[in-house]
């Protein structure tokens, strides 16, 4: 059974840069097929796509934050990283690792999620 | 278009059945999957492609998809079931790879 485990810092003062890691246990990183994504969620809000990381260190981005955010993977640690930068009060919601999976040219899911660490900006 | 969207707030009797339903053009190319989002908790996935539960997703969800709306059908709908649900696909257009619904606040009575 694949888990992800959040980890870090949950108090970013305001301008600094938010760091996150997400271990994975049960399962490689790197196996293909799946993309090793971040998403968050502001206090009672919906779902919003941060981005996501191939084994390989293909990244992709949502476009609303790709300035800010950096991506990596460390498949010797299987763990995957999220660093957000200039960070704001607007970026206090859970961060969220999961693994997408792709299926088929149809299909794409997060199958594993995991249980979300809440970060909060304030000086 | 990159959206997805969902009604905000859906009610069911229970052991009625429900519809929860999403929208958007990347759904004529791609599947939705369905997440449960309980208070407090971490998505879950219930349905994903065609209609397929992952292990231990009740039977009484399933999914569906014609044109650019795609459905999650709760068959019976129990007290445990009350959650939000968000529908996802990926974006058919380029732009964004991932994209979500604004999710489905389900109320069952």
């Known amino acids: 059974q694949v888990q992800l485990q959040e980890s870090g810092p949950g108090l970013v003062k305001p301008s600094q840069t938010l760091s996150l890691t997400c271990t994975v246990s049960?399962?490689?990183?790197?196996?293909?097929?799946?993309?090793w994504s971040w998403i968050r969620q502001h206090p009672g809000k919906g779902l919003e796509w941060i981005g996501y990381?191939?084994?390989?260190?293909?990244?992709y981005y949502n476009p609303s934050l790709k300035s800010r955010v950096t991506i990596s993977v460390d498949t010797s640690k299987n763990q995957f990283s999220l660093k957000l930068s200039s960070v704001t009060a607007a970026d206090t919601a859970v961060y969220y690792c999961?693994?997408?999976?792709?299926?088929?040219?149809?299909?794409?899911?997060?199958?594993?999620w995991g249980q979300g660490t809440l970060v909060t900006v304030s000086s | 278009s990159s959206e997805l969207t969902q009604d905000p707030a859906v009610s069911v009797a229970l052991g009625q059945t429900v519809r929860i339903t999403c929208q958007g053009d990347?759904?004529?190319?791609?599947?939705a999957s369905w997440y449960q989002q309980k208070p407090g908790q971490a998505p879950v996935l219930v349905i994903y492609?065609?209609?397929n539960r992952p292990s231990g997703i009740p039977d009484r969800f399933s999914g569906s998809s014609s044109g650019n709306t795609a459905s999650l059908t709760i068959t019976g709908a129990q007290a445990e079931d009350e959650a939000d649900y968000y529908c996802?696909?990926?974006?058919?257009?380029?732009?964004?790879?991932?994209?979500f619904g604004g999710g489905t606040k389900l109320t069952v009575l």
């Open positions: 996802n696909s990926r974006d058919s257009s380029g732009n964004l790879p991932v994209v």
């Open positions: 999961a693994r997408r999976t792709y299926s088929s040219s149809k299909t794409y899911y997060f199958d594993y």
């Open positions: 990347s759904l004529r190319s791609y599947y």
């Open positions: 492609g065609k209609n």
């Open positions: 049960g399962g490689s990183i790197s196996s293909g097929g799946y993309y």
């Open positions: 990381i191939y084994y390989s260190g293909s990244t």
